[in-house]
């Protein structure tokens, strides 16, 4: 079975533009949550996302948005990239949004120059 | 607003030895605590998860425990190893603020063979 697969794996912008990253949850699996996670620190939570709704936002400016599909898979685009938006992004896929655990891909390293 | 807590931020042991880290929660309404492990620029390995009605969770030589009343957990690493040598980090997913799941800012591990 596929685990979390995201995309891309690394990724350099430049400061102003925009970038969308990719999930794709664990088949079955309902619920798509993203964290960023800055070096040294623990992941902090973005949105959490259950059958295309929006379920949380964290303390993140407008500039970062996502959405989930249909196919339970999610997109999240950041905007407007500060050199502060730099940091790893994770993907969690869970089977609902209440009490089940997560399961993450890999990340995607964002560096923006 | 939940907040968790990790000690000690890091940690240095010999091989062989056996260790507890720690984890620290303000708000006791939960519905499940993580374990996780990072490697250097990777992505979060989920090693146990203690739902909200259990007190402990053992897998090999890991067994995690869950103080709800008093806000802890433990995680217990038996007959530590060199592979061992990671980032720990604890997890918290709580009913209250929409399901958000809340990490500590975790404790890096050094086991010197």
């Known amino acids: 079975d596929a685990g979390v697969t995201q995309s891309p794996t690394h990724l350099i912008k430049t400061r102003g533009q925009h970038v969308t990253l990719r999930c794709s949850p664990i088949?079955?699996?309902?619920?798509v949550s993203w964290y960023q996670q800055v070096l040294g620190q623990g992941p902090q939570f973005i949105f959490q996302?259950?059958?295309?709704?929006?379920?949380g936002r964290g303390n993140f400016p407008d500039r970062f948005s996502a959405r989930q599909f249909p196919n339970y898979s999610s997109e999240l685009n950041v905007n407007a990239l500060l050199l502060g938006d730099s940091a790893l992004y994770l993907c969690?896929?869970?089977?609902?949004?209440?009490?089940?655990?997560?399961?993450f891909g890999s990340g995607t390293r964002l560096t923006v120059v | 607003k939940q907040e968790v807590t990790q000690i000690p931020a890091a940690l240095s042991v010999p091989e062989g030895e056996n260790l507890v880290l720690n984890c620290s929660f303000t708000?006791?309404?939960?519905?499940?605590l993580q374990w996780f492990r990072q490697d250097p620029g990777k992505g979060l390995t989920s090693l146990l998860l203690?739902?909200?009605?259990?007190r402990e969770q053992t897998s090999g030589r890991l067994n995690a425990s869950l103080d709800k009343s008093s806000g802890r957990s433990t995680l217990y690493i038996a007959a530590s190893q060199p592979g061992d040598s990671a980032t720990y980090l604890c997890?918290?997913?709580?009913?209250?603020?929409?399901?958000?799941?809340?990490f500590g800012a975790g404790t890096r591990l050094f086991v010197k063979a």
């Open positions: 969690a896929s869970s089977l609902d949004w209440t009490d089940y655990g997560y399961t």
């Open positions: 088949s079955g699996h309902k619920s």
């Open positions: 996302y259950y059958e295309k709704e929006e379920r």
């Open positions: 708000d006791s309404a939960i519905y499940n």
């Open positions: 203690i739902q909200s009605s259990q």
């Open positions: 997890a918290v997913k709580g009913e209250t603020g929409g399901f958000k799941t809340i």
